[in-house]
């Protein structure tokens, strides 16, 4: 019998973790801004310089999709 134990356990299989996502969506203006002038989201409460505005769409996609479903002019 050994009067001292081994020094660390034994290596195992590393478990793979996934990756981190963010899940991202367009900003919507209301014309809230901050002390400093930055826009506020309407939707998530956000600056639109956060990582969650990463989501870019052309500003025509929006007066598209209104169209269809019969809100837009």
Known sequence: MS??????PTA???RARP??????HVLI??????????TICDTC???ASHR???LR???HT??????ILGEGG
């Open 29 to 38: 203006n209301s014309g809230q801004t901050n002390h400093a002038g930055e």
């Open 12 to 14: 195992g299989q590393k």
């Open 19 to 24: 990756l981190k996502t963010v899940t991202t």
């Open 57 to 59: 769409l052309p500003s």
């Open 3 to 8: 009067r001292f134990p081994k020094a660390r």
């Open 45 to 47: 409460g956000h600056l």
């Open 52 to 54: 969650i505005h990463d």
């Open 62 to 67: 929006v007066d598209v999709a209104d169209r």
